[in-house]
């Protein structure tokens, strides 16, 4: 356009370059013309130039009109995914994003291999070999947000994030270590950094389906203490700590001045809890005692150090076969570690641990300097607070979804004779017609005339409402948690992200009609490293043609090989399996790092 102004300014002066006005009559055609183009008329059309610009706005008004429905009506399905751990990430990997607008939304930004924890916590492994970035994880199909949803409206379906002065914002560690001043008397050191980098707006977001993926946290049963004196073993920053901590325990041991009872309870390390995570660190532990610290510290080894296991059952990894527990043991025996079984931790303080053995009540003092707990989960804090919200008249199973509020709804459709009761036909009709909507009447469907005949109290051969009631509510309360571990999760969240993408209608919530499976674990064994380049592993449940085998627990050399090749192939991307060979290598050739920092 301000080339067409020049061009008519120059026209004008080139009419009369001598004279300095123009006549009416002189400046007509030449404003009629510029006129003309600038209104995006000609004084002369075709008919083909009118039918290309006819075209031209049919097709401008097309793009216009497809971009508004897809702006508006054509808006996909947001689908919110709280959290990154083993649920989330393979939930957010095999989503289809052409079908949802997907968001995750989460306090920590990586992925973290949480079974590795045990060998970050003595230099075996370094910290950025078990963390992969999220963002590298999902991509940029995925939208990610850094914050911490504190509340849900089921209702309204809005989740709400970053609530100042409630819940700070974590980076997935522990929260009081970062924010909060340590609550030790001595003993330990802090240095907490006041910056303005982290501002976190409070906000809401609406959603369509939410997954709530939070996993965790560690269970205290209430033991005095525990919170301020011992070390959780849950996060990179716990194992961070644990590492610091045992290189402050040998350092303080070596001043010239301490006693020898101060000595041997500074290098007395305390581990409670017998399951994967307590073994694996306690055999790490032994590891790093004999191979690299008793060459800078050899009286120290050989005189002082000592390590304790405790556990509250009469043996260790009780979720594995019998015999994998008996050779744990034994293998731990020769390794120098102190096995305490029946026994419970009343209390934990700053230089000791007060136990108790099963059926005494005596109170026994086991001075110590480092006391790391391995010992169970309880549900988060927002996973109890939507229970609360939902109802614990609905939600009362802690392990599963009850509905005793469709109860009426399944007697009447049940009851297509409307009389008023159940036969044990219909009943079975029911329970084979819902067993896929309702998997825990799988429990019923195996003895169906039983259940029938225990609700049945008045024994008249048919059920009321109320009978009905409580033969599936005894369904809800027999259903048996999946145990707390890293392949269910996983499987978990692939299975949720093959629902939805299988979901032809995101509003219904009947299953059946829409062809879609229940969920079916497929236990693929247990394994855990023992220490001595030695590892157990169970294959009970796993996949049928182990069982067809008949395959029997596997421990030694050979189970430390097929230990490291299934963490080796679980690493989720490039980076990290090469990371944790080097890692393995180094610790192998140059042994590992002993500094604090």
Same mark, same amino acid.
């Given at each position: ?16 370059? @001598?004279?300095?006005?123009? @006549? ?7 404003? !009629? ?60 990997? +095999?989503? $289809? ?11 920590? %930004? ?26 590298? #994880?999902?991509?940029? =199909?995925?939208?990610?947000?850094? *914050? ?34 340590? =609550? ?33 946290? %560690? ?29 402050? *325990? ?32 306690? *055999?790490? #532990? ?16 050989? !005189? ?110 049940? $009851? ?6 159940? $036969? ?41 409402? *109320?009978? &009905? +009631?409580?033969? #599936? ?29 299988? #979901?032809? $209608? ?19 064994? @247990? ?27 596997? @421990? ?5 090989? &097929? ?35």
């Amino acid at each position: 356009m301000l080339s067409r102004s020049v061009s008519l300014l120059q026209q004008l002066a080139k009419t009369n370059d @001598s004279r300095r006005y123009l @006549s009416l009559k002189q400046l007509n055609p030449i404003i !009629n013309r510029n006129l003309a183009w600038f209104s995006g008329q000609s004084t002369k059309k075709t008919f083909g130039e009118r039918l290309k610009r006819r075209l031209k706005n049919f097709l401008i008004v097309t793009v216009i009109g497809f971009g508004t429905y897809y702006g508006t009506l054509g808006t996909k399905p947001r689908v919110v995914v709280l959290g990154t751990g083993w649920g989330a990430v393979p939930l957010l990997k +095999h989503i $289809d994003t052409e079908k949802y607008e997907v968001v995750c939304v989460s306090p920590r %930004n990586y992925f973290l291999m949480t079974p590795l924890l045990p060998p970050v916590s003595v230099g075996t492994v370094e910290t950025r070999t078990v963390i992969e970035s999220i963002r590298s #994880l999902i991509g940029p =199909r995925v939208k990610y947000v850094e *914050a911490h949803c504190v509340s849900v409206d089921p209702k309204a379906k809005v989740i709400s994030c970053n609530t100042d002065g409630e819940q700070p914002v974590s980076r997935g560690d522990d929260v009081k270590t970062i924010l909060i001043p340590s =609550r030790r008397a001595g003993g330990s050191s802090s240095r907490i950094i006041k910056d303005s980098a982290r501002v976190r707006p409070s906000f809401d977001m609406k959603y369509d389906i939410l997954v709530v993926s939070v996993g965790s946290e %560690n269970n205290t049963f209430n033991t005095p203490g525990l919170e301020e004196h011992a070390h959780f073993l849950k996060e990179v920053l716990d194992a961070r700590h644990i590492r610091s901590a045992i290189s402050d *325990a040998f350092e303080s041991a070596m001043t010239p001045t301490q006693t020898p009872a101060e000595r041997k309870r500074l290098l007395h390390f305390v581990v409670v809890g017998g399951g994967p995570t307590g073994v694996e660190f306690a *055999a790490e #532990l032994a590891i790093l005692v004999r191979e690299d610290l008793q060459i800078y510290f050899p009286r120290l080894v050989a !005189n002082d150090v000592k390590i304790a296991l405790i556990e509250a059952l009469d043996h260790i990894l009780s979720m594995m076969d019998k015999q994998i527990s008996d050779y744990t043991e034994r293998h731990f025996h020769r390794e120098n570690i102190d096995v305490l079984m029946n026994t419970f931790v009343k209390e934990v303080k700053q230089h000791e641990v007060v136990v108790q053995l099963k059926g005494s009540d005596e109170l026994k003092s086991i001075p110590c300097s480092v006391v790391v707990w391995a010992t169970g989960i309880k549900p988060r804090a927002l996973t109890n607070k939507l229970r609360e919200i939902i109802g614990f008249d609905i939600q009362s199973n802690r392990m599963g979804l009850t509905y005793r509020s469709i109860f009426t709804l399944l007697f009447e459709e049940a $009851d297509a004779e409307r009389r008023g009761t159940l $036969d044990l036909q219909q009943f079975r009709a029911l329970v084979e017609r819902k067993i896929t909507e309702f998997p825990q009447l799988e429990i019923i469907s195996k003895s169906i005339e039983k259940a029938f005949e225990e609700a049945d109290k008045d024994k008249s051969g048919t059920l009321t409402l *109320a009978e &009905l +009631h409580s033969a #599936l509510g005894k369904a809800d309360t027999k259903i048996r948690a999946l145990p707390a571990t890293a392949q269910v999760a996983s499987q978990e969240g692939s299975f949720v992200a093959d629902l939805l993408n299988q #979901l032809k $209608d995101t509003q219904s919530n009947n299953y059946e009609q829409q062809n879609l499976k229940s969920f079916r674990y497929k236990h693929m064994g @247990s394994l855990a490293y023992v220490g001595g380049d030695e590892a157990v592993v169970d294959f009970t449940g796993s996949k049928p043609i182990l069982d067809m085998f008949n395959l029997k627990p596997l @421990s030694g050399r050979s189970a430390a090989y &097929l230990w490291k090749s299934f963490y080796l192939t679980e690493m989720f991307t490039g980076r990290t399996k090469t990371l944790l060979a080097f890692d393995w290598v180094r610790t192998q050739f140059f042994g590992r790092d002993i500094s604090r920092y």
